[in-house]
C-alpha cells in the first residue's frame, strides 16, 4: 500500500476535488464548483511534477482523485445494482475502478506530454480531461457517458446555448480550460499582473457566454407543436415484476390515462419505460386495451414494454422497446428498440446473451437498430429509452432525420431516493440546446418533464409523486452547427492527445 501513498497536501486536494464536484451536479447543482472542482486536479499534476518519480506520483494522484470524485457522484450505483445483484458492490467497485484507472492515465499523460515537450497544463489538461471524457463515452459494452463535467452547468442554461455549436463536448473543454486558469491563477498569485490576467480571462469567457446566450435565446425562435401528457405511475421496483401485481399495474395505467383525457385534451400521451410489466406479445389482451384507449380518445400513445423477437432456432431474444399507437388505434409496425443498453443490468459486457440461458431474464436485452422517426399530426419525434439521453448522438440523428421534438421515457425506480433521478434529467438540456429541440420525458417514479430549445425545464413532477402532467412542446426552425457536424470539439480533443502524446514518445526528456 505504500507504493499508493500520498502527502497529506495531496489528500487534502483530493478531498477537495471531490466535494466540488458533487456540489456541481445535480442535486446540488451550484455554478462556483463547476469553474473550481477541477482546480485541485491541476495543483496536483503540478505538485506531483515536482517529484524525484513524476510519473508514479501522477499516477498515484489520478488514481485517487478518480476514485474519490466519481464514488462519491456514482454512489447510487449500489443503490440501484442491488435490484439485480447481491453482488451490486461489486459492480459498483469495478465501474469506479475502470473510470479512475482512466483519471490516473490522464493525469500521467498530463504531466509526462508537459515534461516531454514543454505544454503546460492550461493546454495540456484541458485537452486530456476532454478526450479521456470522449473516451469513457465510446469504450463499447462499458461506454458509460453519464455527467460529462460540461452536463454540470446544465443549471444555468443562458451560460451553455454556445453547446449548438461546440456540443456538450465542447462545454467541457471550455469548462476544464478554466479550472486550469484558475488553478495557474493561484500557483502564480505572487505575480499580480499574470494572476489577474487568467483569473480575468474566466471572468471575461463567462461573460461572453452569458452574452451569447442571452443574444441567441432572444433572436431564436420557437412555436408550439401541441400539447403532450406524460403518465407517471411511481410503481416501486420490486412491484414492477410482481406477476400477482400485473393487472393493478395496468389498471393503474389505465386510470391514469383515462383521467388526463379527461382533465386536457392531449395531442399525445407518454407512459413510461417499462410501463407494461411483461412483453406486450405475451399479453394480446393489453395490445387490445391500449388500441381501444387510443382510438376511443382520438390520440396517439406511445407506451414502454418488452418486445420479444424469435430466432430461426426457436430462441427468443427481448428487447427494451417503446410501442406507438396512432390515434386510429392501429400499432405501428416498427417498435423502437433500446440502443444503448446500461452494462451488467441490460446486457452483460461482451457476451452474447444467447450463449446463456440463464441471462435470459437479467443482463441479456437484445441491441436495437438505429432509430426511426416517428410521424403523428403534433409532428416528427424520435424515441430516447432510459439513459439514452446521455448519448449525445442519438437526439442528433433524429434531428438531421427531420424530428420536431424527441421523447425521452425512463424508468428510474431502480435508483431510489438517491442523486441519480437528478442527474438523469440533467442530460436532456444539453441535448435540447446542441439541436434546438423541444423534449417530453416521461419517468415511472419521476423526474417527468418538458425541455424547451433553451434548455429550460418546465412543468417538472416530483420524484415519486403518483401524478401526470400535460406540458407545451416547443421547437425551433434551427438546424444547428452541431446538428449538422457532430462532436467535432471531441473528435478533434483526440486527434490533438494522440498528437501530443506521439511527440512526446518521439522526443527526448526536456532537461
Same mark, same amino acid.
Given at each position: 500500500?505504500?507504493?499508493?501513498?500520498?502527502?497529506?497536501?495531496?489528500?487534502?486536494?483530493?478531498?477537495?476535488?471531490?466535494?466540488?464536484?458533487?456540489?456541481?451536479?445535480?442535486?446540488?447543482?451550484?455554478?462556483?464548483?463547476?469553474?473550481?472542482?477541477?482546480?485541485?486536479?491541476?495543483?496536483?499534476?503540478?505538485?506531483?511534477?515536482?517529484?524525484?518519480?513524476?510519473?508514479?506520483?501522477?499516477?498515484?494522484?489520478?488514481?485517487?482523485?478518480?476514485?474519490?470524485?466519481?464514488?462519491?457522484?456514482?454512489?447510487?450505483?449500489?443503490?440501484?445494482?442491488?435490484?439485480?445483484?447481491?453482488?451490486?458492490?461489486?459492480?459498483?467497485? *469495478?465501474?469506479?475502478?475502470? $473510470? +479512475? =484507472?482512466?483519471? @490516473?492515465?490522464?493525469?500521467? /499523460?498530463?504531466? !509526462?506530454?508537459? &515534461? #516531454?515537450?514543454?505544454?503546460?497544463?492550461?493546454?495540456?489538461?484541458?485537452?486530456?480531461?476532454?478526450?479521456?471524457?470522449?473516451?469513457?463515452?465510446?469504450?463499447?459494452?462499458?461506454?458509460?457517458?453519464?455527467?460529462?463535467?460540461?452536463?454540470?452547468?446544465?443549471?444555468?442554461?443562458?451560460?451553455?446555448?454556445?453547446?449548438?455549436?461546440?456540443? *456538450?463536448?465542447?462545454?467541457? $473543454? +471550455? =469548462?476544464?480550460? @478554466?479550472?486550469?486558469?484558475? /488553478?495557474?491563477? !493561484?500557483?502564480? &498569485? #505572487?505575480?499580480?499582473?499574470?494572476?489577474?490576467?487568467?483569473?480575468?480571462?474566466?471572468?471575461?469567457?463567462?461573460?461572453?457566454?452569458?452574452?451569447?446566450?442571452?443574444?441567441?435565446?432572444?433572436?431564436?425562435?420557437?412555436?408550439?407543436?401541441?400539447?403532450?401528457?406524460?403518465?407517471?405511475?411511481?410503481?416501486?421496483?420490486?412491484?414492477?415484476?410482481?406477476?400477482?401485481?400485473?393487472?393493478?399495474?395496468?389498471?393503474?395505467?389505465?386510470?391514469?390515462?383515462?383521467?388526463?383525457?379527461?382533465?386536457?385534451?392531449?395531442?399525445?400521451?407518454?407512459?413510461?419505460?417499462?410501463?407494461?410489466?411483461?412483453?406486450?406479445?405475451?399479453?394480446?389482451?393489453?395490445?387490445?386495451?391500449?388500441?381501444?384507449?387510443?382510438?376511443?380518445?382520438?390520440?396517439?400513445?406511445?407506451?414502454?414494454?418488452?418486445?420479444?423477437?424469435?430466432?430461426?432456432?426457436?430462441?427468443?431474444?427481448?428487447?427494451?422497446?417503446?410501442?406507438?399507437?396512432?390515434?386510429?388505434?392501429?400499432?405501428?409496425?416498427?417498435?423502437?428498440?433500446?440502443?444503448?443498453?446500461?452494462?451488467?443490468?441490460?446486457?452483460?459486457?461482451?457476451?452474447?446473451?444467447?450463449?446463456?440461458?440463464?441471462?435470459?431474464?437479467?443482463?441479456?436485452?437484445?441491441?436495437?437498430?438505429?432509430?426511426?422517426?416517428?410521424?403523428?399530426?403534433?409532428?416528427?419525434?424520435?424515441?430516447?429509452?432510459?439513459?439514452?439521453?446521455?448519448?449525445?448522438?442519438?437526439?442528433?440523428?433524429?434531428?438531421?432525420?427531420?424530428?420536431?421534438?424527441?421523447?425521452?421515457?425512463?424508468?428510474?425506480?431502480?435508483?431510489?431516493?438517491?442523486?441519480?433521478?437528478?442527474?438523469?434529467?440533467?442530460?436532456?438540456?444539453?441535448?435540447?440546446?446542441?439541436?434546438?429541440?423541444?423534449?417530453?420525458?416521461?419517468?415511472?417514479?419521476?423526474?417527468?418533464?418538458?425541455?424547451?430549445?433553451?434548455?429550460?425545464?418546465?412543468?417538472?413532477?416530483?420524484?415519486?409523486?403518483?401524478?401526470?402532467?400535460?406540458?407545451?412542446?416547443?421547437?425551433?426552425?434551427?438546424?444547428?452547427?452541431?446538428?449538422?457536424?457532430?462532436?467535432?470539439?471531441?473528435?478533434?480533443?483526440?486527434?490533438?492527445?494522440?498528437?501530443?502524446?506521439?511527440?512526446?514518445?518521439?522526443?527526448?526528456?526536456?532537461?
Amino acid at each position: 500500500m505504500r507504493a499508493l501513498a500520498l502527502p497529506r497536501g495531496d489528500r487534502w486536494l483530493i478531498v477537495a476535488g471531490a466535494g466540488l464536484t458533487i456540489l456541481a451536479y445535480p442535486p446540488f447543482h451550484l455554478l462556483f464548483p463547476s469553474f473550481t472542482c477541477l482546480v485541485p486536479a491541476v495543483l496536483l499534476i503540478v505538485r506531483g511534477g515536482e517529484d524525484p518519480l513524476p510519473l508514479r506520483r501522477q499516477l498515484v494522484q489520478g488514481w485517487w482523485f478518480g476514485l474519490a470524485s466519481h464514488g462519491l457522484v456514482l454512489y447510487w450505483i449500489i443503490v440501484a445494482l442491488w435490484h439485480f445483484t447481491p453482488l451490486s458492490a461489486a459492480g459498483y467497485a *469495478a465501474t469506479i475502478l475502470i $473510470l +479512475a =484507472l482512466w483519471t @490516473a492515465l490522464l493525469f500521467a /499523460a498530463t504531466g !509526462w506530454v508537459g &515534461r #516531454r515537450l514543454g505544454v503546460g497544463p492550461l493546454i495540456a489538461f484541458p485537452v486530456m480531461w476532454t478526450a479521456v471524457e470522449w473516451a469513457i463515452g465510446h469504450q463499447g459494452d462499458i461506454r458509460f457517458p453519464w455527467l460529462g463535467i460540461g452536463s454540470s452547468l446544465t443549471g444555468f442554461p443562458v451560460l451553455v446555448q454556445i453547446a449548438e455549436v461546440i456540443g *456538450a463536448r465542447g462545454v467541457t $473543454l +471550455a =469548462l476544464a480550460v @478554466a479550472n486550469a486558469a484558475l /488553478a495557474l491563477a !493561484w500557483l502564480q &498569485r #505572487r505575480d499580480r499582473r499574470r494572476a489577474a490576467a487568467l483569473a480575468g480571462g474566466v471572468a471575461a469567457g463567462i461573460a461572453l457566454a452569458a452574452c451569447y446566450g442571452l443574444v441567441r435565446m432572444r433572436i431564436i425562435e420557437t412555436r408550439s407543436l401541441g400539447t403532450v401528457a406524460a403518465i407517471q405511475p411511481a410503481v416501486g421496483f420490486q412491484e414492477k415484476w410482481d406477476a400477482r401485481l400485473r393487472d393493478s399495474i395496468v389498471n393503474g395505467l389505465f386510470d391514469l390515462s383515462e383521467q388526463t383525457l379527461r382533465e386536457s385534451d392531449p395531442d399525445l400521451v407518454l407512459w413510461p419505460e417499462a410501463a407494461l410489466p411483461h412483453a406486450l406479445d405475451y399479453f394480446p389482451a393489453w395490445g387490445k386495451r391500449l388500441a381501444e384507449h387510443a382510438r376511443g380518445g382520438r390520440v396517439p400513445l406511445v407506451v414502454g414494454g418488452v418486445d420479444v423477437r424469435t430466432h430461426p432456432d426457436g430462441s427468443p431474444e427481448f428487447f427494451n422497446a417503446a410501442f406507438v399507437f396512432d390515434s386510429a388505434g392501429q400499432r405501428n409496425a416498427v417498435p423502437y428498440h433500446k440502443r444503448y443498453l446500461v452494462p451488467i443490468v441490460e446486457r452483460v459486457p461482451f457476451v452474447n446473451p444467447r450463449w446463456f440461458s440463464a441471462l435470459r431474464w437479467f443482463g441479456a436485452f437484445g441491441v436495437g437498430p438505429v432509430g426511426t422517426v416517428y410521424q403523428v399530426p403534433m409532428g416528427r419525434f424520435g424515441i430516447l429509452i432510459c439513459y439514452e439521453s446521455a448519448f449525445e448522438d442519438l437526439s442528433r440523428r433524429y434531428r438531421r432525420e427531420g424530428a420536431d421534438f424527441v421523447v425521452n421515457i425512463t424508468n428510474d425506480a431502480w435508483f431510489g431516493n438517491t442523486a441519480a433521478p437528478y442527474q438523469h434529467a440533467a442530460h436532456l438540456v444539453m441535448r435540447a440546446i446542441e439541436n434546438r429541440v423541444g423534449i417530453a420525458r416521461a419517468a415511472n417514479t419521476g423526474i417527468s418533464e418538458f425541455v424547451d430549445p433553451f434548455g429550460r425545464e418546465h412543468d417538472r413532477t416530483r420524484l415519486g409523486d403518483r401524478t401526470l402532467v400535460v406540458g407545451q412542446v416547443r421547437t425551433s426552425d434551427v438546424r444547428t452547427f452541431y446538428t449538422r457536424v457532430g462532436d467535432w470539439v471531441g473528435t478533434l480533443t483526440v486527434a490533438t492527445a494522440l498528437l501530443l502524446l506521439g511527440a512526446a514518445w518521439w522526443r527526448r526528456p526536456r532537461p
